[in-house]
T-cell receptor, first 115, second 110 residues
Framework: GAVVSQHPSWVICKSGTSVKIECRSL??????MFWYRQFPKQSLMLMAT?????????EQGVEKDKFLINHASLTLSTLTVTSAHPEDSSFYIC???????????FGPGTRLTVT | DAKTTQPPSMDCAEGRAANLPCNHS???????VYWYRQIHSQGPQYIIH???NNETNEMASLIITEDRKSSTLILPHATLRDTAVYYC???????????FGRGTQLTVWP
């Protein structure tokens, strides 16, 4: 399967600052990338879908101005949490999907803690 | 939105087969059934997927009922490393989107 990396693996930031999380598809051209969020002891919640060459599509209830997504290339997507607050503390996971593929591969996740 | 139903937890003895059920009665005719698992604090790992025929790979077997309203994931010889949350999903209306339900916490004990 495809190898997906995320950077950083964990980050601690102060309230009010912005944090950028990178998702890279190392050996797979990802025409579509997805961002999920997972709170402790809960399931993954899809935040947004990012397609190559177009703007991200956000799920209902997810603020697009707070969670900025840039699908820079077929191998890189970034999620920026702007003006982070403690309630944004969560496990953020990206996944990649290739054209014509039925499989979706997930990154290892990024643990964000906002103090 | 997640449209599958799974038992919240199951136990299995090491070396025995683990059979994880899933109900997906609202699945559409062209939707695949997917299974993923998530070990604590890691990203989900793809296990297997199928449309209507039974499938087998090096990790597991997938048995889909003839009416496609339910399926069973079989880990033939469970090990301690198989302890994880197992998610059954079927693809949403838009290609690629996966909506996760609560999954089944499988605990394999020695």
């Amino acid at each position: 399967g495809a190898v997906v990396s995320q950077h950083p693996s964990w980050v601690i930031c102060k309230s009010g600052t912005s944090v950028k999380i990178e998702c890279r598809s190392l050996d797979f051209q990802a025409t579509t990338m997805f961002w999920y969020r997972q709170f402790p002891k809960q399931s993954l919640m899809l935040m947004a879908t990012s397609n190559e060459g177009s703007k991200a599509t956000y799920e209902q209830g997810v603020e697009k101005d707070k969670f900025l997504i840039n699908h820079a290339s077929l191998t890189l997507s970034t999620l920026t949490v702007t003006s982070a607050h403690p309630e944004d503390s969560s496990f953020y996971i990206c996944s990649v999907h290739g054209r014509g593929s039925y499989e979706q591969y997930f990154g290892p996740g990024t643990r964000l803690t906002v103090t | 939105d997640a449209k599958t139903t799974q038992p919240p937890s199951m136990d299995c003895a090491e070396g025995r087969a683990a059979n994880l059920p899933c109900n997906h009665s609202t699945i559409s005719g062209n939707e695949y059934v997917y299974w993923y698992r998530q070990i604590h604090s890691q990203g989900p790992q793809y296990i297997i997927h199928g449309l209507k025929n039974n499938e087998t790979n090096e990790m597991a077997s997938l048995i889909i009922t003839e009416d496609r309203k339910s399926s069973t994931l079989i880990l033939p010889h469970a090990t301690l490393r198989d302890t994880a949350v197992y998610y059954c999903l079927h693809r949403g209306s838009t290609l690629g989107r996966l909506y996760f339900g609560r999954g089944t916490q499988l605990t394999v004990w020695p």
